[in-house]
Structures are given as C-alpha cells and as structure tokens.
C-alpha cells in the first residue's frame, strides 16, 4: 500500500540518522566550520526532527513548517537527537491517512501573503515532501562530517531516483 511505503521510507530515513549520529563525539556532530555550509551536522539534524514534529503537531487539518521549537540540545547532543528520533518513530505508529487533506506552510521566501500563506495538500504529499527534505539535509550532513573524516554510507542524502539511475547503470549494485 502507497500510505505504508510513504511511513515505512519516513521511518527508515530517521532510522539512518540514529544510526549515523550515534556514536559520533559532540565536537564533530557540532562542529560548524566547514565551507561552504558553516553549520553543524547538528543543526542540519536538529532543523528536519523539527519538520518531523510540525508534522505530528499538525491541529484542525493545518501543518504550519514554520513553527518548529529550534530545540537546542538536540543540535548540540547526538544521544538527544537519537531519543528524538525515537520518539518520532513511535509517532508514525498512529494513523496517518495519506487521502486526507490538509493545509500546509513553510514560507522559506518570507514574503507570502499570511492569508494565503498555507496550500492544499494530503498526508502522503507531505510524508513525500518530509523524505525529499530529509535527503536534501542528509546530503549536506554527509559532506560535513566526511570533511571531517567521519565516512557516511555512499547511499546517505542521495535521493531515490538517483538510486535506482545508479543502479540501473552499474554504479551501485545493491541498494
């Protein structure tokens, strides 16, 4: 079914983030000194945790990204971060219809009408959106911490068409 396979591909991106950010020392999960970034892995996975819980907190049918709680300690602690992901992994257990309707937010330019600020959507558009953010952010956590000599799985923050185009071209054998 489409609405296990969007929960199910949620569920297992924040499972290679537990797994990734385990074990790594605070100074590297914090560290914000690589170009052209100037952020931490941290922060990167601080920042899609709080998209995950916009959209759980998701009230009257409206999921509204710009309110994330920017938790600190979850940018400056692994072990934190990996309760987190816990908690959001239990959070999918519930049911999430992907039909359903809703309207979401996420004014990145800053310049949207309030009025008009929110669009039509469902569930699933939104689980695809999170997992398409979620490997945006995984992209640059895995170019952080790779320049600082912490070796990321070659799959990590790459998007699944590109998967299934490197597998089909010889590139990766098994996925």
Request: hydrophobic share 35%.
């Amino acid at each position: 079914m489409e609405d296990n396979h969007l929960i199910n591909e949620n569920r297992l991106l924040l499972e290679q983030a537990a797994v990734i950010i385990g074990d790594l020392p605070d100074d590297i999960y914090t560290h914000k000194e690589i170009k052209p970034f100037f952020s931490s892995a941290g922060q990167h996975v601080r920042h899609i945790l709080n998209f995950y819980d916009c959209f759980f907190a998701c009230q009257n049918g409206r999921i509204d990204y710009d309110q994330r709680t920017r938790e600190k300690d979850v940018e400056a602690d692994p072990v934190v971060a990996v309760k987190k992901i816990e908690t959001l992994l239990t959070a999918f257990e519930k049911d999430i219809d992907p039909e359903k309707e809703v309207w979401s937010k996420n004014d990145d330019s800053g310049g949207r009408d309030p009025n008009s600020a929110f669009s039509r959507s469902t569930f699933g558009r939104e689980l695809q959106f999170l997992s398409s953010h979620t490997v945006h952010h995984y992209a640059m956590i895995a170019y952080i911490l790779n320049a600082q000599g912490v070796t990321t799985p070659e799959t990590f923050g790459v998007a699944a068409s590109t998967l299934i185009h490197w597998h089909e071209t010889g590139r990766l054998t098994s996925f």
